[in-house]
T-cell receptor, first 112, second 116 residues
Framework: QKEVEQNSGPLSVPEGAIASLNCTYSDRGSQSFFWYRQYSGKSPELIMSIYSNGDKEDGRFTAQLNKASQYVSLLIRDSQPSDSATYLCAFAGYSSASKIIFGSGTRLSIRP | DTGVSQDPRHKITKRGQNVTFRCDPISEHNRLYWYRQTLGQGPEFLTYFQNEAQLEKSRLLSDRFSAERPKGSFSTLEIQRTEQGDSAMYLC??????????????FGSGTQLSVL
């Protein structure tokens, strides 16, 4: 079983709609969860972090965490063409010295 | 803040040769990570340091790979006897955090390795 599972996509969403990206993880001890965005040919950049069960909102982005189900998701409201990128789910374990592990990413395409 | 710097940006080598990459993290960051990324995949963890201590190395990494971070500043990643399967983008990232939570990684632009 992979440590982080993501649907590779591509996920195609019309402009202005809500894009929903999902991720499951295997380590029950995980405490910190992240969503990174990676444009083609560029390095990943952090867009959201979440540590507690429930929702966390930041502008058009909402991260959702359910530790019991080992599930984390990212919602992008009012999707824009500039949101077209690969979205990487990542997590860190219980220890403060934990490494950060990435999923394989979901490719999102926003169509005008 | 000049960001994370990696050198070289591109490296082309012949199979069997040794290569070394350098990463200069953001100056006050004490944590430094190396990842490898191939097309269509997410970054694969290789190793990471907290200051000069190498805390973990991926079990998937062969003995041909070694990393150092002398004095807790810049880091080098060496690959000995390169193989075609080593061709990938090698990403370095640094983080200012020593405690739990909010481990934001700042990535460099990467070194693209091509083994012929």
């Amino acid at each position: 079983q992979k440590e982080v599972e993501q649907n590779s996509g591509p996920l195609s969403v019309p402009e202005g709609a809500i894009a929903s990206l999902n991720c499951t993880y295997s380590d029950r001890g995980s405490q910190s969860f992240f969503w990174y965005r990676q444009y083609s040919g560029k390095s990943p950049e952090l867009i959201m972090s979440i540590y507690s069960n429930g929702d966390k909102e930041d502008g058009r982005f909402t991260a959702q965490l359910n530790k019991a189900s080992q599930y984390v998701s990212l919602l992008i409201r009012d999707s824009q063409p500039s949101d077209s990128a690969t979205y990487l789910c990542a997590f860190a374990g219980y220890s403060s010295a934990s490494k950060i592990i990435f999923g394989s990413g979901t490719r999102l395409s926003i169509r005008p | 803040d000049t960001g994370v710097s990696q050198d070289p940006r591109h490296k082309i080598t012949k199979r069997g040769q040794n290569v070394t990459f350098r990463c200069d993290p953001i100056s006050e960051h004490n944590r430094l990570y190396w990842y490898r990324q191939t097309l269509g995949q997410g970054p694969e963890f290789l190793t990471y340091f907290q200051n000069e201590a190498q805390l973990e190395k991926s079990r998937l990494l062969s003995d041909r790979f070694s990393a150092e971070r002398p004095k807790g500043s810049f880091s080098t990643l060496e690959i000995q006897r390169t193989e075609q399967g080593d061709s990938a983008m090698y990403l370095c990232a640094s983080s200012p955090q020593t405690g739990v939570a909010n481990e934001k990684l700042f990535f460099g632009s990467g070194t693209q390795l091509s083994v012929l």
